[in-house]
């Protein structure tokens, strides 16, 4: 009986190392011989070699095995190859620029050749003696169609204006690419916001969120219901497919219990979108902060008076509500040495003056003093007696006024205590910047804040709360260093620094967040 068992896992081990290759492209092999590896090659980074085998997908150092087959790689002369596709917006401007911004900084060349409409190749060369280094793959379409291609292993980063869905992540770990929820699946490579834009000459300058979500559903028809002419409105966005279309459903039409109108006129580049609405002195567009064009770009209101307009800082800041963060998505995988080089650029300091440069908002932390900042405490001393108890907005300028906001900055996903997509980016700058010692010899406060909906008590405790789990998110990220010896202490005020009206979800958003104020 022993001998049968035997016998049979010999017949196993040998069909699983033997298998006639028909299927597959490469063997890998110990030095010794004693381990063979059959199995159909889905990339090489340079130092590992990824395989689909009858185990399924495995990761195979390289520096331990030989490769036999028609798809090895040619190990003396390794060419690195990534394959990049998603948002044209992000594709055709923001990634050329840092790509470019990354050669010049190494010593390459980077040459760019367009093989069709929506393809781009970029060319890694070594400047000394033109060895190619790297081809960098771009499909430019939209955000639907980089999660498609990364789903069908026709991409290795996605280009993205949106956060994933539950649904193309749940068909990503299906597909064996992992939670691309999880912490270092996806990174904020810059930001960017939406804005209602209008032609100029339009005597409408702003506009309450309420409202934009009533126009674009189709429930605001006409000009003098805004307070300007008597005249239809017409309205423009983006492709349904588009990053920036979702997005705006997710953060300003689902939040008011509204769907975009049928009758929206839609476009399929920003450039086409804003010339629209310049040419139409009755028209309204949502369109990218970094592409307005000529046209003139609306400041959000409320019913309480408080206003915000779009700008570097406020975006930054996520004080404006309807900022954009542009993502790169990446499944569970190795990248080629030269790949993930490039993506430690784009979050050097030398990256987020490129990134400025290209027309979007970088994520460089800005520090503002509190003269900077007067709308906001003006709007604290408007509500003090009916909102706001006079000692508390005291005790916050005594506390404040000594240091200065960083532009970095935490808010919430609406109704959760889970940080936003931008937050999470935050943490990890900042832990990166306490890492590298920029703020060894300076103070660092957490200030937590809250809407003004309940008591005020209760509204200064759960701030409190927030501000400490925002710090300890940071500690956590911050692997290489003992937080508890630097100067860093928690503090809140509650509902005392109101930065939008708390009559609607969008205003009690943008005002649960907490700051960081360093001296």
Same mark, same amino acid.
């Given at each position: 009986?022993?001998?049968?068992?035997?016998?049979?896992?010999?017949?196993?081990? =040998?069909?699983?190392?033997?298998?006639? %290759?028909a299927a597959q492209d490469v063997t890998l092999t110990s030095p010794d011989g004693s381990v063979e590896i059959n199995g159909t090659l889905l990339g090489f980074d340079g130092e590992f070699y990824r395989l689909e085998t009858v185990?399924?997908?495995?990761?195979?150092?390289?520096?331990?095995?030989?490769?036999?087959?028609?798809a090895c790689p040619d190990l003396q002369n390794y060419v690195a190859e990534l394959s990049v596709s998603g948002s044209a917006t992000i594709g055709e401007v923001l990634m050329p620029a840092l790509?470019?911004?990354?050669? %010049?900084q190494r010593g390459y060349d980077a040459i760019r050749e367009r093989t069709d409409q929506t393809h781009f190749i970029y060319k890694l060369r070594n400047k000394a003696d033109g060895a190619l280094l790297g081809h960098f793959d771009f499909r430019v379409t939209n955000t639907d169609e980089g999660f498609a291609d990364l789903l069908a292993d026709e991409a290795d980063i996605v280009m993205s204006l949106r956060e994933i869905r539950l649904t193309e992540n749940r068909r990503a770990q299906e597909s064996g690419l992992g939670d691309l929820t999880a912490a270092n699946r996806s990174r904020v490579l810059a930001l960017d916001a939406m804005v209602a834009i209008t032609a100029p000459g339009n005597p409408v300058d702003m506009i309450s969120p309420a409202m934009l979500a009533r126009v674009f559903a189709g429930r605001v028809t006409n000009w003098n219901q805004l307070g300007g002419p008597d005249a239809p409105i017409s309205m423009h966005l983006r492709d349904a497919k588009s990053g920036v279309s979702q997005a705006l459903q997710d953060r300003l039409m689902t939040p008011a219990g509204l769907v975009l109108d049928s009758g929206i006129?839609?476009?399929?580049?920003?450039?086409?979108?804003? @010339?629209?609405?310049?040419?139409?002195?009755?028209? =309204?567009?949502?369109?990218?902060?970094?592409?307005?064009?000529?046209?003139?770009?609306?400041? %959000?209101?409320?019913?309480?008076?408080?206003?915000?307009?779009?700008?570097?800082?406020?975006?930054?800041t996520e004080d404006y509500p309807l900022t954009a963060p542009m993502f790169l998505y990446m499944p569970a995988r190795r990248l080629p040495k030269l790949a993930r080089e490039f993506l430690t650029y784009t979050r050097s300091p030398s990256a987020q003056i490129v990134i400025r440069?290209?027309?979007?908002?970088? @994520?460089?932390?800005?520090?503002?003093? =509190?003269?900077? @900042?007067?709308?906001?405490?003006?709007?604290a001393i408007s509500l003090i007696g009916s909102e706001i108890e006079l000692d508390e907005v005291q005790r916050m300028v005594k506390v404040l006024s000594p240091m200065k906001r960083l532009s970095t900055s935490f808010r919430f996903r609406a109704g959760s205590s889970t940080l936003d997509a931008q937050s999470l980016s935050n943490v990890q700058q900042l832990a990166r910047a306490i890492e590298t010692g920029e703020?060894?010899?300076?103070?660092?406060k957490f200030v937590g804040f809250s809407d003004g909906q309940g008591p005020a008590t209760s509204n200064r405790r759960i701030a409190q709360q927030r501000a400490r789990a925002v710090l300890a998110a940071v500690k956590k990220a911050a692997e290489t260093v003992d937080l508890d010896d630097l100067n860093i202490s928690v503090d809140a005020f509650g509902e005392a620094l109101p930065m939008a009206c708390d009559d609607s979800a969008w205003g009690r958003q943008v005002n649960r967040r907490v700051e960081v104020w360093v001296h």
């Open positions: 009986m022993m001998l049968h068992r035997a016998a049979s896992f010999a017949a196993f081990f =040998i069909l699983l190392f033997s298998a006639p %290759l185990y399924g997908e495995l990761t195979v150092d390289g520096t331990g095995v030989n490769c036999a087959g028609p790509i470019e911004g990354f050669a %010049l006129l839609r476009h399929a580049s920003n450039k086409a979108l804003t @010339q629209a609405v310049t040419d139409d002195p009755f028209a =309204i567009g949502i369109s990218s902060y970094s592409e307005t064009g000529n046209a003139d770009v609306l400041v %959000l209101t409320g019913t309480c008076g408080f206003s915000l307009r779009a700008g570097r800082v406020t975006i930054k440069r290209a027309g979007f908002v970088d @994520q460089a932390p800005e520090e503002l003093s =509190i003269n900077q @900042q007067g709308d906001r405490f003006a709007n703020y060894d010899e300076r103070a660092l």
